[in-house]
């Protein structure tokens, strides 16, 4: 199954690749390993997207910014509103990343 890297900038991908890193610089772990580790990171984020995430969120602002590179499209959006079965938020900046998952089937 082949994966995207996306999930690696996410808060939990950067501290998995930061305290890696560390542990590769100080010897506690081979580098061939850590890759390991994260190729199965990306595996695990996105089978649980795919099967664990229910929700639904409708998303409106201002469209600041978008490009499409690499069949990957980026969205970049002031003053967003949020809105879920759970309530709405409204949230100064937010960046949207997506990606076609038929790509993943490749």
């Avoid at 850590?34 to 695990?44: E, G, Y």
């Avoid at 978008?66 to 879920?84: E, G, M, P």
Wanted: charged share 25%.
């Amino acid at each position: 199954m082949a994966t995207f890297e996306l999930y690696r900038r996410s808060t939990i991908g950067m501290c998995l690749t930061e305290t890696l890193d560390h542990m590769v610089s100080n010897g506690y772990l081979n580098p061939e390993l850590a890759i390991q580790v994260l190729t199965q990171f990306d595996k695990s984020m996105t089978e649980a997207l795919e099967t664990e995430v229910k929700s639904k969120v409708s998303i409106k602002g201002h469209l600041h910014t978008y490009r499409f590179c690499d069949n990957v499209w980026t969205f970049i959006l002031q003053n967003a509103q949020l809105k879920s079965d759970e309530g709405a938020e409204t949230i100064d900046s937010v960046k949207i990343v997506a990606c076609d998952s038929k790509l993943l089937t490749q």
